[in-house]
């Protein structure tokens, strides 16, 4: 999204709702002292430094039991959410998704609590896994896009979330998309730990390592006290040519201890938020060479409490894009190898141009300059299908300018983060 779009795109934020609980909570000094965790830390120095965990003083637990109350008990629908940082501008949901979704039961709807829109077009007949599916409108609508020979997983690890979006699968499956089978389940699991999730059933299921064409998430990293452990697992149950594309909060800076494992800015989706330069560190310490952002909008602090508790920190949702390619396929650096790639324009949704990210928007039929790492990512992943790659890596002819990355280009305001969508 282009720096003015953001701007524009900033200025919906924060419908405060349930101020003066809020407020109890987090809306002073005092509560920001007695929220301090001053325990000591669990993570490695690395991951702290890192800004990867939520540190608490009791450990990975209690703040999984925190997040679960909020999304379980706190909250009974979206309209109990005391900011808009779990809220999805219109303009960044593509017109196959808001179709898809006005299918999508209203129970399911109603509890939504996303940032972005993590739903890709185009992914007919692919293994989809979406990680803290909550409620499971994401699924709900991958469900349909992927079509009966698709599949799609939620993994949750709130009882009140799974409870309604199993609820409704069978019947939207079969009655609404009229598939003869459900194409949409439900485990039950924390995404830390794909290994042992728990099926409708109570049995456990292992997702299998390579198992996975595409992992989505809206709204839930910052939620993991071990963000390191989500990526870990994300990489390792994806597919060659597999691709996590998700919606998250990021913040500016490295937020302090007592700001993190704050219960309401926790629950809101803003004490965890990753400093994006750390999240960007995690991504390539875990195999997600060159991560590329999407789209992304500023995110506004307008309840004064929680301003206060913030100070200068700004966050911002963003949309990235994280492909798996085989070991040492992509590079560093964006590298130039003479290739070109040429979109053929069968994106369902997309005849006239496709974005593979905020700074590479391909033309159908027209040749585009690409590195050997976007090459790579339109060519070897699910995308495949959709371009044509000419030329290889046989002749290097330097480092490739990849142009200004406008989502990833901060602005003097501050609307747009500082990302870096490639290089
Ligand atoms: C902000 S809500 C978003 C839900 C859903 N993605 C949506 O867009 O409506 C966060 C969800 O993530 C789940 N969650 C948070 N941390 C989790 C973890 N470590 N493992 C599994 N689920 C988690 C919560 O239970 C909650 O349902």
Known sequence: M??????????????PRRLSSARRASGSARARRAASPRAEASSSAMDTLLGARIVSPDGDGAIRSSVTKYYGETLSSSD????????????QIPRAVRDALSAVPDEVKAKYYG??????????????????????????????????????????????????????????????????????????????????????????????????????????????????????????????GGEFYFSDVYCDRRLPEDLRSHEILLGECLGGAMYIEDFKRLCHGTGFADPRVLAGHAIEIKDEALADLLGEAKFYSL????????????????????????????????????????????????????CGNTASMLGETWLGAHFDIHGDRSTHYGLFDCGPSPVAGAGPAGDAPATGGCC
């Not at 282009?2 to 419908?15: C, D, I, K, L």
């Not at 439900?186 to 995404?191: E, N």
């Not at 369902?348 to 593979?356: D, M």
Request: hydrophobic share 35%; charged share 25%; with cysteine.
């Open 2 to 15: 282009p720096a003015h779009a953001m701007s524009a795109a900033s200025a919906s934020f924060v419908a």
């Open 80 to 91: 109990d959410l005391l900011t808009s940082a779990c809220c999805t501008p219109a303009s």
């Open 115 to 240: 940032c972005g829109s993590p739903t890709p077009c185009g992914i007919e007949g692919l293994r989809v896994l979406d990680l803290g599916s909550g409620s499971g409108r994401d699924c709900y609508v991958a469900a349909k896009l992927v079509g009966d020979k698709g599949s799609v997983v939620g993994v949750d690890m709130t009882d009140g979330q799974l409870e309604g979006a199993r609820r409704h699968a069978d019947a939207y499956c079969r009655e609404t998309l009229g598939y003869a089978e459900t194409n949409v389940t439900f485990h039950k699991g924390t995404i830390e730990d794909l290994s042992a999730v728990t099926d409708a059933h109570g049995d456990t299921v292992k997702i299998e390592d390579a198992s996975v064409d595409l992992i989505i998430s809206n709204c839930v990293i910052n939620l993991s006290p071990d963000k390191k452990a989500v990526l870990s697992e994300a990489h390792r149950v994806l597919a060659d």
């Open 319 to 370: 949309t990235y894009r994280l492909f798996k390619l085989p070991d040492g396929r992509l590079e560093t650096l964006c590298e130039d190898y003479g290739q070109f790639a040429v979109y053929k324009g069968t994106i369902e949704g997309n005849p006239h141009a496709y974005s593979l990210d905020d700074h590479h928007r391909l033309e159908t039929g027209k040749p585009f300059l690409v």
